[in-house]
């Protein structure tokens, strides 16, 4: 469902999740995961309700609580692996490419679950453009939903967490920013259950403005998506 909204928000920085925020890659996080869950004897679909946002480790120990972290950590590095090679239908989510450029020069960086190698890999497939800031899986201790990541980012541009803004599409994302006090932009179908402040289809009615002494201005445009009312959850 749409609605019709106009909001403008002031902010000092702008943090950027990468999978489902930027990049579309649903299909290579399908194909990888779904293999996984069928060596683990697992269902493909309930495993999907779980990954997105959160490194591979951090989902296998939701996943399998009773395995050991070590075989968790093995895993996680063979699927970094894997993701990395298969950029087969991954693109750009639409309006990512222009916004990434309207923020050359503004206080932007990427906070992303992927590490160096799939980050960049998963950009270039999509024809997008890296941060100069960028937190990655090599950058932090915990995984989303801890804020760490979150907490770096905003400590790297030099900016107090509330007043930064971040853009997530996962649960597990949206609710890392939260608990960094930051307020959120939820983009895609799936963040409208998680709870950010306005939801967006995509990226192409979000627009970024330098307003003077360090203050940004962030124009979210007309036809957004309803976050969910209380009670409902994802599919």
């Not at 915990?142 to 990541?149: L, N, R, V, W, Y």
């Not at 930051?182 to 289809?201: L, Q």
């Amino acid at each position: 469902m749409t609605a019709t909204a106009t909001t403008a928000l002031p902010a000092r920085a702008l943090l950027l999740d990468m999978d489902g925020t930027l990049v579309n890659s649903d299909a290579a996080v399908e194909r990888v995961w779904r293999r996984w869950a069928d060596r683990q004897g697992l269902d493909g679909d309930e495993i999907m309700k779980v990954v997105h946002g959160r490194q591979g480790y951090a989902s296998m120990a939701l996943l399998l609580p009773d395995r050991p972290m070590e075989q968790n950590y093995a895993d996680n590095a063979r699927m970094l692996a894997e993701e990395t090679a298969d950029t087969e239908g991954v693109v750009a989510i639409p309006g990512a490419a222009a916004f990434l450029a309207s923020l050359h020069g503004l206080p932007h960086a990427l906070v992303t679950s992927a590490d160096v190698a799939l980050s960049t890999a998963r950009m270039a497939a999509a024809g997008l453009a890296l941060p100069d800031v960028r937190v990655t899986a090599e950058s932090v201790g915990a995984s989303k939903p801890d804020p760490e990541g979150f907490l770096k980012g905003a400590a790297e541009l030099g900016v107090a967490p509330a007043d930064c803004i971040a853009f997530e599409d996962s649960g597990a994302g949206i609710k890392a920013a939260r608990a960094a006090g930051m307020r959120v932009v939820g983009v895609g179908p799936r963040a409208g259950f998680h709870g950010p402040d306005v939801v967006v289809e995509d990226l192409t009615r979000v627009r970024v403005e330098a307003v003077g002494d360090g203050t940004l201005r962030l124009h979210i445009g007309r036809h957004l998506w309803q976050v969910p009312a209380a009670g409902c959850r994802e599919g």
